[in-house]
């Protein structure tokens, strides 16, 4: 019996999916994608049968080896250990604790302050200046950080999973019109990874839900 | 030359602290604190001594093997991968998915929205309500994810990172006047944790910066 295709729930805007979509394709992992629309029908992450699958009611979630998993870190950490090539953390202990402070600084400290719903609770007009300052304050620190472990690269000359979060997040700061003179090195980066075929084949304006109107 | 002895720079009252301190007890690891008031001169953690050590002006730092680490997780894991004994993530890998899933739940879902900082910006009369949502969302998912992960912890049988992540949280939600109520196995998940000795040595009421009125 030939093993069933993963089957990865995401959404094409939200910055945690694209992380996942990044870590399958740079994997060469097929994968099946089954488009959950955060914002249409009240939003579908609300929906009964999804909620089964993911308590947390938020994309994305992947279904994988008989498993479903949620949270985009434990995620890719999964494949990591299951898809080892090419590594997504590097070999010395000291740079996967780079790598993973750089990955949390991102998916705990910034995104989870400016994601859907808590922009929701905070109002319309207070949605800008609330993730703009969640977002500053974040890359501040982190800009500061990849003095000390960039190469070309969030750490040294490898794609690792910090990678992976910041090319995300820095188009979330975009998106909310944050102002990235200030970081220079977060810019480099983030633009040199963009020039990556992986980085390419799973960005929001690639999706199958991607609007006509967002495609490119 | 004897190897200097790994620093913390830790809140007694700081959840994400409490984790680290859990992690180093359980591992033996013989370490020196120093505090770092969050809410003293204006917050400790923003002095530029403090930045320089942790850029992202939190707590917990780890100063070990002549690095600095932040964010929690990241240091737990680093603490995993250099000092295996005991092991805080399970064997299997669709397993230690689940311990991290958890984590990153509690991390990334429920923490970042009921900390200090951003409980400021919400202002002194929503911050209850605001807490308290975060933390009722999240635990909703958690309770109904222990149904098919839990034994007598969280993952199993086997105390993991996503115990070290439970028990802080709770503490928060008893801060917070959660009703604890609909969640059993949470409840009942934590009570067996605050058992262990790892537990109690690491508590916020039992640090060396705990104020002499919340000591026990």
Redesign the interface.
Known sequence: MQAAKPVLYSYFRSSCSWRVRIALALKGVDYEIIPINLTKDGGQQFSEEFQTLN????VPALKI?G?I???????I??LE??RPTPRLLPQD??K??SV??I???I???I???QNLS?LK?VGEQNQLA?AQ?AITS?F???E??LQSTAGKYCVGDEVSMADLCLVPQVANAERFKVDLTPYATISHINKTLLALEAFQVSHPCRQPDTPVELRA
Chains 1, 2 share one sequence.
Do not use: C, F, H
């Open positions: 308590p947390m009611k938020q080896d498993i998993i949620g949270q985009s870190l434990a995620i950490e999964y250990e299951t202990p000291k996967r604790a993973r402070m990955s949390d600084l998916a705990a400290g995104q989870p302050l808590v609770q609330w300052k974040g501040n620190a982190l500061q950080i």
